[in-house]
């Protein structure tokens, strides 16, 4: 008990002690000056003339902004005066020896609401007008490149594109003058800066690309080639034979229901080959062929729609070129082709007789303009491709659309890809030849040897048993060839190569054309770079079973023709070679000729059998010049 009464006093006492301290506590002195003495400063300014310079400083930190967020409006010219005008006014406060303390700090605060104002305003303005502050943006960053890009086009052959560029360059610095947000009159239409800045960054961004359109138009040519689903209105709309493989025939085709075709390569005697998948989906599968033809222009609004892109110096003429023939000589009496430029009146198309083969404007000779009866194209036939030349006047810059129908009564050629030139050059003129028969040379300058892809190259055949197979793993001097050949089969003879499979089986199949024997012929076109003597040679493969003839035919047949004879080791496995130039190679005694005399420029010549029998696959034609091309005799192979 006594224990519990000690703890409790020393509890209460420790208690009133706290309490009475805390108690002094509050009661001392608030003693705020302890030494008066000491001549310390207080921290707010009584001096009138220090709050006035205070002041001025503030005001004077708040100018120094003023270039800074005056650049912030360059592009929003009424947002920019306004805020020009809050500073001028602010400054001129400044300025003033009168102006008191109040004054100024009135005057800065005016200046900090101006300048959030602009702010927002610009904020408001960029969130209405989105669509008009990106195409407005555009512009300049178009404009920071034109120096550098009007630089590029300097050169003549470039002068087109440059015009395009001065004119949209020109338009785009008056509407940056004016700005986004005019000081007088309406701020500028979206669309209306969008029709400028979007060709501009378009010809910008392009401008390699439409230089090499440029260079290639004067130099060479811009191939377009055919797509059928420009090929519109047409009464013909079954799809084309699926048993065809070349589509281009020297004899007659009868009761073609189809309007478009396209050559097939086969994987076999009886399959197609199945289409290339493109490693990359962006990227479209180049063809191993683009040989087409349009068969038919018949309908009340048939026509085929080119559409091409033309960016060349010269805008008053360019030349377009195409082959064509008949699809049987039938129509040879009524046949007629018309086309129309930019929506123009249509043009007739003429055609008067010609012979030879090839082009009508075939003039040879020296490097120099074509004469205007150039302009002539020869009457089409069945057995030949011609190729057309046309005039095109006024082109437009960029786009331009070329229509070709059939006048009433009339009946249109087949028809193949366009070619486009800004040149009437003879250089460009052999250029496009070389592609369209799919010829290259052994060498840019003085070419002795032409080769002919029989893939790539415009033909005629005599028979739908003729055709183009893909080869795999064949052997060549012992070894595998890695990438796969292309041959062209069933020449001469009588063979049908759907032995064990129905034609019926095809979409759309045809049972003709189909010539047999020393009919069943093959013509390709040699682009010779010079009149002379060439030998020939190539790649083959055959049976094992008994040698193969194969003949090649010039002009004047009779007299200028070589023919081989081949064999092989394997059945139709190993890829072989013979060259008329070679003693390996056997030729065919009837003429013992080892050369064909071709013309220069272009040359048909016909493929065929010896005696109406089979011939070997065949596959690429080189034709080389021999070195005494001026002496006749060498066709005679002494």
Not at 443 to 449: G, L, S, V
């Amino acid at each position: 008990m006594k224990r519990r009464n000690i703890l409790k006093f020393v509890s209460l006492l420790s208690a009133g002690s706290f309490v009475m301290l805390a108690a002094a506590s509050c009661t001392q002195p608030n003693n705020t000056n302890q030494n008066p003495n000491s001549g310390s400063t207080p921290t707010t300014p009584t001096d009138p003339s220090q709050e006035l310079a205070a002041a001025k400083t503030a005001l004077s930190l708040l100018l120094d902004t003023k270039n800074q967020n005056i650049q912030m409006y360059v592009d929003y010219a009424k947002i920019q005066d306004t805020l020009i005008k809050a500073y001028d006014t602010a400054k001129d406060v400044l300025d003033d020896t009168a102006s008191t303390t109040q004054n100024l700090k009135d005057a800065t605060t005016v200046l900090e609401s101006a300048i959030s104002t602009a702010e927002k305003a610009k904020t408001d303005f960029d969130t209405k007008n989105s669509a008009l502050v990106t195409a407005y943006n555009s512009l300049k960053e178009s404009l920071k490149v034109e120096d550098t890009i009007l630089a590029s086009v300097e050169e003549a052959n470039y002068s087109a594109i440059k015009e395009n560029l001065v004119a949209l360059y020109s338009q785009a610095k008056a509407i940056v003058k004016t700005t986004l947000d005019p000081i007088t009159g309406n701020i500028p239409q979206a669309k209306s800066v969008m029709d400028i800045s979007q060709p501009l960054a378009n010809a910008i961004m392009r401008n390699n690309a439409w230089k090499q359109n440029a260079d290639n138009l004067v130099n060479s040519f811009i191939k377009q080639t055919l797509v059928k689903k420009d090929l519109t209105g047409v009464s013909q709309t079954a799809e084309q034979p699926g048993n065809y493989s070349f589509v281009g025939y020297s004899v007659d085709v009868d009761n073609a229901n189809w309007s478009f075709a396209k050559r097939q390569v086969w994987s076999s005697l009886v399959d197609h080959l199945a289409p290339a998948v493109a490693d990359d989906e962006n990227k479209p599968v180049t063809p191993l062929t683009d040989v087409s033809w349009i068969y038919s222009l018949a309908g009340d609004n048939a026509k085929y729609t080119l559409n091409f892109r033309y960016f060349g110096a010269q805008q008053q003429t360019a030349y377009l070129y195409f082959p064509y023939k008949l699809v049987k000589t039938g129509d040879s009496s009524t046949v007629g082709l018309q086309y129309s430029l930019n929506g123009g009146e249509a043009q007739q198309i003429s055609f008067a007789e010609s012979s030879g083969a090839g082009a009508s404007d075939d003039s040879g000779g020296e490097s120099q303009a074509m004469p205007s009866s150039a302009h002539m194209n020869s009457t089409p036939t069945v057995d030949d491709i011609k190729v057309a030349k046309i005039a095109l006047s006024n082109l437009k810059f960029n786009s331009n659309t070329v229509e070709f129908s059939v006048p009433s009564g009339k009946v249109a050629p087949m028809i193949g890809n366009m070619y486009i030139t800004s040149s009437d050059k003879v250089e460009n003129k052999d250029k496009i030849y070389s592609d369209m028969f799919g010829n290259t040379y052994n060498k840019e300058t003085d070419p002795t040897a032409v080769t002919v892809d029989l893939l790539k190259g415009y033909s005629l055949a005599t028979s739908y048993n003729i055709f183009v197979q893909q080869f795999k793993n064949l052997m060549q001097d012992n070894n595998q060839i890695s990438k796969p050949v292309y041959l062209v089969g069933f020449i001469g003879g009588a063979q049908t190569r759907f032995q064990n499979k129905m034609i019926s089986e095809f979409t759309n199949s045809k049972d003709n054309p189909n010539k047999n024997d020393g009919e069943r012929t093959f013509t390709i076109y040699v682009n010779a770079p010079q009149a002379g003597n060439y030998y020939i040679s190539g790649s083959y493969i055959t049976t094992q079973r008994e040698p193969r003839s194969v003949r090649f035919e010039a002009k004047d047949k009779s007299t200028n023709s070589v023919a081989i004879t081949v064999m092989s080791d394997t059945n139709f496995e190993t890829l072989k070679t013979f060259d008329t130039s070679s003693t390996l190679t056997t030729v065919i005694s009837q003429n013992s000729n080892k050369t064909l005399n071709l013309q220069k420029g272009l040359n048909k010549i016909v493929i065929t059998s010896v005696d109406g029998k089979d011939t070997p696959f065949i596959g690429n034609l080189t034709f080389t010049l021999m070195g005494e091309a001026a002496n006749p005799s060498a066709n005679n192979g002494n």
